[in-house]
Every structure is written in C-alpha cells, then in structure tokens.
C-alpha cells in the first residue's frame, strides 16, 4: 500500500502534461484526486472541476465545489510567455497564492501545498523588493492592479515564476506554525504539448542549447517525481524550499560553468 492511499488531493492543470502525470500516479497509488482545470482530462478522476484560473470568482466558484479537507494541493497549472502578460501573471502567480490560502483551512493536518514554479525565475533576488511589494498586497485584484502599475522588464512567465518562487520560500515558517508545508518544484525545459510556447518566447537556439548539454529535456514523470516526493512523508522536514529539477543546468550557470541563459 503506498501512503498515497485513501488521501485527498486537488491537483491543477491535471488535462495535460506534469498535471496528468501527477494526478494519474496519485490515482495509481490509491488516492482521491480531484482536478483543476479549463480542459477535462483524458482520465477519469475522482471528480473534475472546470476552472478559469485568471478570474478569481471561477477560482472560488470552483472552490465550493469541493467538499471536506484533503491532504494535498498541487498547484501545477501555468501558462507560458506567448500569452498575454497580465494573463500569465494573473495564472501564474496570482492564482497560484489564492489557491494556497485557500487551503489553509481546507488541510488536514500535516498536509502540503506543492507548487510548479521554475528555472526561468532565476532572477528573483535582483527583484525581490519589488516582489515583496507585490506579495504585500491581499487580493487577487490588488496584486493585479500592483502588476499594472509597476511594469517589470522583460519577459512576464520569468517574473511571475520569480513571483511564485520568492512565495513558496517566504511562506514556508507562516506554514509551519499552522502544521503544513509549503514547497515548490523549479523544472528546466519540459517535453509537455506547450514546449514550443516555451521556444517562442525564450528562444528555441537557448532551449536547443540546454537540450544538448543534457542530452534531453526532462519528460512530465521526471517532475511529477520532484512532486510526489514534496507531497510525501519523505520530506516531512522540507518546508519553503524551492527544489531546482532540470539536470543540472542551474548549477553549472550559478558557478560560473555555463553562462546564464538569455530568456
């Protein structure tokens, strides 16, 4: 029996990609898994709910719909650099914390909040005041209305993983104190069907790059692995931590080993 069996988890972004591999393993192992998404999954789950993660109201909406408390959210849902910048932010990072703090009343207790942030936000401590800022706000509308107010350069998917980043890692003892844990994974490139977005938008010469440094992009289960174990008993004791899962590629930039990608 895994100790995945007979638990409850939300998990996001489940129709495709690292969503569907983390929600088909928990479904594999035992668990209640009840999806979160735009797009109905292939698989059958526990139970669906449809979701528009840039609108707060379909957020709580889709929050009513479900019943109880769980042991888990996974909050995999992001959206790439090609759509438009206040609808990234607004996925990527404003839904990712509104999500969150929703569940603090919804855990059980010992429960966990894993979050799909990524590499691409590596430049969050150059940022991290404006960022505090942001984070200061309370709402969904305030953090976007902050957003519209205080345009970032370059790039929005990198900022708002910076976003997410800095928010798993800041809120980590906030967590504790209520007996959960919060963590977030920080994947490189992934063969998921919205890689060639991620080309677009951060180069497919830079992507290619890290390709043939590794040999390989990582697969949906390479990650969904990284996320199942923050989920887990296993990392009882890993609370605000951003996990890097890409190869390598993150610690030959920050020794100097390789350049830092220009994304």
């Known amino acids: 029996m895994s100790e ?13 990609g690292i969503g569907a591999a983390v929600a088909q393993r928990l479904l594999a192992d035992g668990a209640q898994v009840y999806t979160l998404d735009r797009n109905v999954p292939t698989f059958e789950a526990t139970a669906h709910v449809e979701v528009d993660l840039a609108n707060p109201n379909s957020i709580d909406a889709a929050l009513e719909q479900l019943e109880g408390s769980f042991d888990g959210l996974l909050n995999v849902a992001g959206i790439p650099g090609t759509a438009p910048s206040e609808l990234v932010f607004a996925v990527n990072s404003l839904a990712v914390r509104h999500l969150a703090e929703a569940f603090f009343e919804r855990l059980n207790p010992g429960g966990s909040i894993t979050v799909v942030s990524s590499t ?31 345009p970032q350069e370059g790039n929005t998917y990198n900022f708002s993983k910076e976003v997410t980043t800095v928010y798993t890692q800041s809120m980590g003892l906030a967590l504790a104190q209520l007996g959960f844990r919060i963590n977030s994974v920080l994947p490189g490139p992934v063969e998921t069907p919205i890689l060639a977005d991620f080309e677009e938008s951060m180069g497919k010469e830079t992507l290619d790059g890290v390709k043939d440094l590794l040999g390989r992009h990582a697969t949906p289960d390479d990650i969904a692995d990284a996320l199942l174990f923050l989920a887990s008993d296993a990392a009882r004791w890993i609370n605000g931590h951003a ?8 610690g030959a930039v920050v020794t100097g080993v390789v350049p830092a990608p220009e994304i």
């Open 4 to 16: 995945f069996t007979d638990k409850r988890y939300v998990v996001t972004g489940a129709a495709s």
């Open 243 to 250: 996990l890097v899962v890409d190869g390598g590629i993150t």
């Open 120 to 150: 691409a936000g590596f430049g969050w401590p150059a940022r991290l005041d404006a960022i505090r800022d942001l984070l200061a706000t309370d709402t969904f509308e305030e953090g976007l209305a902050w957003f519209k107010a205080n």
